[in-house]
């Protein structure tokens, strides 16, 4: 096949790209400037980016997802080489100074191939396959850290918690407002697995393990459900058009929220290090 450049055919899910962005940047906001660790970032974002292209050669199975990437194979294939190449050449040299980012982004491919192998089992729509796919997704948060301090600091683990257990919870949030909604009973699961987010951030920042402010930052996507459950039971389902922007909306709050509670000077305690 002959290769030629042409428009990039980026993936177009807009909530992958958001769970991809949201970590990094938080992330970056939240822990300072780590040259090593923007380097690793910069790979990561190229290395997902390469997933539209790849979409395109294998055809819809690979996301499992109508709203995949398009362009001609020759022009995929084309960007599927640099872009791979590219992400290569970020997050080699990352991975030879720091190894557990190698063990970080060899988990987050097999998670991508476990994603892959239920899309070709028409389970892409299923909940074990949404959270695959948050989980792989979340390892931007740790990868900034791991490359840039070369180990993970208790934020560092609180941000990752923190971003897994919002991006987790959007799974249900999006199904209660999309092809859940008129399910009273899955309403209700969704309220329970966002209360059991909360409370499993509070555990570790009553006993000062993480920022206290941290289990602040899931309060709002845990209204939400409450908000959806009441809904469907008082005046039906919720209307389709509000799930891009509500989602839109709790991202930018949980990012703002997140950034805020780790970046307080009073964490952790003066005792905490001696």
């Not at 590219?86 to 980012?101: E, G, K």
């Not at 990012?255 to 290090?273: C, E, I, N, Q, S």
Request: net charge positive.
């Amino acid at each position: 096949m002959r290769l030629r450049p042409g428009p990039v055919p980026l993936p177009r899910e807009h909530g992958a790209w958001a769970m991809v962005l949201t970590p990094a940047v938080v992330a970056v906001l939240a822990l300072g400037p780590q040259p090593l660790g923007l380097v690793a970032l910069l790979g990561w974002l190229t290395a997902y980016a390469a997933r539209g292209p790849l979409e395109v050669l294998l055809g819809r199975g690979a996301s499992g997802r109508a709203g995949m990437a398009s362009a001609e194979p020759e022009v995929a294939g084309f960007w599927l080489l640099a872009l791979a190449a590219a992400a290569a050449a970020l997050l080699l040299p990352v991975a030879a100074l720091r190894p557990a980012v190698l063990g970080l982004l060899a988990g987050a491919l097999l998670l991508a191939c476990l994603v892959f192998w239920l899309a070709q089992r028409g389970r892409t729509r299923s909940l074990l396959s949404g959270f695959l796919s948050v989980t792989g997704l979340m390892a931007g948060a740790p990868l900034y850290e791991l490359a840039g301090a070369g180990g993970m600091s208790l934020r560092g683990w609180a941000l990752t918690y923190a971003c897994f257990a919002f991006f987790a919870g959007s799974i249900f949030r999006v199904k209660t407002m999309a092809r859940e909604r008129k399910r009273r009973s899955f309403h209700d699961l969704s309220v329970a697995v966002h209360f059991a987010f909360l409370a499993a951030a509070a555990y570790p920042a009553v006993r000062g393990w993480a920022p206290p402010l941290v289990p602040l930052a899931l309060v709002p996507p845990l209204v939400w459900s409450v908000v959806c459950a009441w809904r469907a039971r008082r005046r039906g389902a919720a209307r389709l058009d509000r799930v891009g922007w509500s989602e839109v909306f709790l991202t930018v709050l949980f990012a703002g929220l997140t950034v805020l509670a780790l970046r307080l000077p009073a964490w952790p305690p003066p005792a905490a290090h001696p």
